[in-house]
């Protein structure tokens, strides 16, 4: 990810010190693993409450990708229950798909969204491929939430967006042209 952000001109620094932190004007919350392996690092780092600080109080923007996403909703079932950040009211569940569709979702598929969407701005038609790598998915308790879905063996949450709060279940910085596009509205968006 730091390299198709700096590819988009930005400035990045990897951390976990909180005064970095605290400085920062905009947060990517990448992820790859497991839901409870990442709660548990980013709580024995004492990153929960000054994440939460960021992302509610301060409303700085926030791209969460992939396992990012999920880390923003209320709780996982991946491995048994797993407290997230709660910025989202959603769940992250366990993919269910009947063939000819596998789990894990890996490879390129369609995303749809609705017509005009900031984040989606540049990018050629409402089905347009973008790069998946998961197991499990969110599911929002509010619709408005969702922003964007993809078909595996049902609708899947690709992208939800509450104020601030931007995330991709796909990863942008995989998807070529389209997740470098997607990628520089949110750097260019005025929250």
Same mark, same amino acid.
């Given at each position: 990810?730091?390299?198709?952000?700096e590819y988009c001109g930005e400035d990045t620094?990897?951390?976990?010190?909180?005064?970095?932190?605290?400085?920062?004007?905009?947060?990517?919350?990448?992820?790859?693993?497991?839901?409870?392996?990442?709660?548990?690092?980013?709580?024995?780092?004492?990153?929960?409450?000054?994440?939460?600080?960021?992302?509610?109080?301060?409303?700085?923007?926030?791209?969460?990708?992939?396992?990012?996403?999920?880390?923003?909703?209320?709780?996982?079932?991946?491995?048994?229950?797993?407290?997230?950040?709660?910025?989202?009211?959603?769940?992250?569940?366990?993919?269910k798909v009947a063939a000819p569709h596998k789990? %894990?979702?890996?490879?390129?598929?369609?995303?749809?969204?609705?017509?005009?969407?900031?984040?989606?701005?540049? +990018?050629?038609?409402?089905?347009?491929?973008?790069?998946?790598?998961?197991?499990?998915?969110?599911?929002?308790?509010?619709?408005?939430?969702? +922003?964007?879905?993809?078909?595996?063996g049902g609708t899947v949450t690709a992208a939800?967006?509450?104020?601030?709060?931007?995330?991709?279940?796909?990863? %942008?910085?995989?998807?070529?042209?389209?997740?470098?596009?997607?990628?520089?509205?949110?750097?260019?968006?005025?929250?």
């Amino acid at each position: 990810m730091m390299n198709a952000l700096e590819y988009c001109g930005e400035d990045t620094v990897i951390t976990d010190d909180l005064g970095e932190l605290a400085e920062a004007d905009r947060l990517v919350l990448p992820g790859v693993g497991a839901f409870g392996d990442a709660m548990a690092a980013i709580r024995s780092k004492g990153l929960q409450d000054p994440l939460t600080k960021f992302a509610l109080e301060d409303r700085k923007p926030i791209l969460g990708v992939c396992l990012g996403m999920q880390l923003f909703a209320k709780r996982s079932f991946e491995h048994g229950e797993t407290e997230g950040l709660g910025w989202i009211d959603a769940e992250v569940l366990p993919l269910k798909v009947a063939a000819p569709h596998k789990v %894990p979702h890996v490879g390129w598929n369609d995303c749809d969204w609705s017509e005009g969407d900031w984040l989606f701005a540049g +990018i050629p038609n409402s089905q347009t491929n973008f790069y998946f790598v998961h197991s499990y998915h969110m599911v929002c308790a509010d619709s408005a939430d969702r +922003i964007a879905t993809c078909d595996h063996g049902g609708t899947v949450t690709a992208a939800v967006r509450r104020d601030n709060l931007v995330a991709t279940q796909f990863h %942008p910085e995989k998807s070529q042209d389209n997740g470098i596009q997607l990628i520089d509205n949110w750097l260019g968006h005025e929250f």
